[in-house]
């Protein structure tokens, strides 16, 4: 096991009503606020009338900003950014999903920044200044919420890249279970897809005596599998909703990463299809992880064996090792497909040319090799997606 420091700042407010002490919170930062949101779903399903409420109650003045994409834009953070400028605000409350939470961190790296916010998505640049920021989580996927990433798409060339910084941790997480009851089946799907990845490009590590995290991991994502069919059969049964939603978070918080080199390849190279195409990033994961799997798992057969014992409940013994390992990639694919997510770019609604994977490979890996439990060049990066075709 490898040495570590672990911290995680944000405050998690979580269950009914949760909601209630919005107000308050944002009170410890500020009287006035940028409310950021998305493109409709909070207002549709009363979200941000509750959230609203809080706020009055507490007195906190308002400033909005709408229309957050899916797959977010940098054109509306440069808007927020020049909102925040112009109203003097120095605190973004984000009500939504990933989409959302990830535009309000870069808001708030972009305000008391003099230069261009990309500069910090696009090369190493230190984050050194940041407004604090507050969540109100409406779908479990991203794991935003509390983590110190924040995924922007440049409109030139479909370039989706990553920030990170301890300071991009929120301040605080409204996490109410009820909010998601009304999340369409498709998006319960990837969310749980991407809920999957997060653990699982912790997982695969080569870093031996990580027993403690493995346990830890897998429990996660056999919560995952055995909690997602049942929301999308009900989709406002509490219990269910909230064992995803804490779920969600615990995946993507630090916490399972503890102690062990992390992987992250999949997801660098599922952002190039979503940052190119705008799918749903949990979609696009589902194609990309089996396919990643497949591609490297003879570099460690014992720990594919392991996923596939544990998570799936395989016999290894009545299996060799390498079909134990080879099974419990078929067996994700299968769960993937039972809850109609696709698990092939043929799958999708959008034409690929090999040109275009020459593109993303390319894109891919233009800052170096990706990954850690297998290093991928860009040939290797091609090779994943044609498994994926
Ligand atoms: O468009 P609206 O109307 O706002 O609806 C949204 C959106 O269309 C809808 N939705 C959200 N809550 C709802 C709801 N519909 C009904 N009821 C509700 N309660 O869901 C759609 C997807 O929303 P989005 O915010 O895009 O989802 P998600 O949380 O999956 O976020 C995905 C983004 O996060 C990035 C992804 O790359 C992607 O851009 N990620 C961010 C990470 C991070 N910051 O740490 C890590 C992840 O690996 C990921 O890369
Ligand atoms: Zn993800």
């Known amino acids: ?77 440069k808007e927020g950014i020049e909102l925040c400028k112009s109203e003097n605000i120095n605190f973004v409350l984000a009500v939504g999903g990933g989409s959302v939470i990830d535009t309000a961190k870069a808001i708030s790296i972009g305000v008391p920044y003099e230069g261009n916010v990309w500069d910090f998505y696009s090369s190493d640049k230190l984050i050194e200044e940041t407004l604090p920021i507050g969540t109100v989580l409406t779908i479990p996927a991203a794991g935003s919420e509390s983590s110190p990433g924040s995924v922007i798409t440049k409109e030139e060339g479909g370039y989706k890249r990553v920030a990170e910084s301890e300071r991009l941790r929120p301040e605080f997480s409204i996490l109410n279970p009820e909010f998601t009851y009304t999340l369409p089946d498709y998006q319960t799907a990837s969310g749980a897809a991407d809920i999957m990845s997060h653990v699982m490009e912790r997982y695969f590590t080569n870093e031996p005596r990580v027993g403690f995290t493995d346990r830890l991991s897998e429990a996660t994502l056999k919560t995952v599998i055995n909690n997602t069919p049942k929301a999308m059969e009900e989709p406002e049964n509490y219990s269910v909703r909230s064992q995803l939603m804490w779920a969600s978070t615990v995946a993507h918080n630090g916490l399972l990463g503890t102690g062990r080199i992390e992987d992250w390849a999949s997801h660098d190279i599922e952002h190039e299809l979503s940052g190119m195409y705008d799918i749903t990033h949990g979609a696009g994961l589902a194609i990309i992880f089996p396919a990643w799997m497949n591609y490297v798992y003879q570099n460690n057969v014992e720990r594919f064996a392991q996923f596939a014992a544990r998570v799936w409940n395989l016999d290894p013994n009545y299996f060799s090792l390498e079909e134990t390992a080879v099974e419990g990639i078929r067996k994700l694919e299968e769960f993937y497909r039972s809850i109609d997510l696709p698990t092939q770019l043929k799958d999708l609604e959008v034409e690929i040319t090999d040109e275009d994977l020459e593109e993303m490979s390319e894109k891919c890996t233009e800052s170096g090799p990706v990954g850690n439990f297998v290093e991928l060049e860009k040939e290797d990066v091609l090779n994943i997606y044609k498994l994926a075709q």
């Not at 490898?2 to 919005?22: L, P």
């Open 1 to 77: 096991m490898q040495n570590f420091t672990y911290q995680n700042r944000t405050k998690i407010i979580f269950g009914k009503g949760a909601e209630r002490e919005i107000g308050s919170e944002v009170r410890k930062y500020s009287d006035k606020i940028l409310l950021l949101y998305g493109g409709g779903a909070v207002k549709e399903y009363g979200i941000y009338d509750k959230v609203l409420s809080s706020l009055r109650e507490s007195r906190v003045e308002v400033a909005e900003l709408g229309g957050v994409q899916p797959n977010p834009r940098l054109k509306l953070v």
